[in-house]
């Protein structure tokens, strides 16, 4: 789990990037009253779906199965619990996750080819 400092730190980072923007808003009031146990709440479900959709790679399943998007549409639905994530916005934080260091090292820890992997499953879920 992340510490305070951390949180802080891709807290100001996000912060920079996205705070003119209508979906950090929205996401700062949906959160403007959650605790640290709802953080550690959100971050491990985050980390059992990142597992979840590794387990599914490594038995040979492609992005594109049920069972991969299954997991991928419970990613989405925690994603719109910070901000309402259109299909296309979706795309784009997939994107992020591959381009981005920080993101990308969250994927790493489970698997090295996690990140294309979810993203190519995210990108699938948007088209459909």
């Not at 700062?28 to 479900?45: F, G, H, I, L, P």
């Amino acid at each position: 789990m992340p510490n305070i400092q951390s949180i802080d730190s891709h807290f100001d980072e996000a912060q920079k990037k996205w705070g003119h923007t209508d979906a950090w808003k929205q996401s700062q009031e949906r959160t403007q009253n959650w605790t640290k146990e709802d953080y550690d709440s959100v971050a491990k479900q985050y980390e059992e779906i990142h597992k979840a959709v590794a387990e599914l790679m490594q038995a040979r399943e492609t992005p594109d199965s049920p069972a991969v998007q299954a997991e991928i549409q419970k990613h989405h639905a925690l994603v719109n619990c910070f901000f309402d994530c259109a299909p296309h916005m979706y795309k784009s934080l997939g994107e992020m996750y591959v381009s981005d260091p920080k993101f990308r090292a969250n994927f790493e820890k489970v698997d090295p080819t996690l990140a294309e992997f979810f993203v190519e499953a995210m990108r699938h879920y948007c088209e459909q």
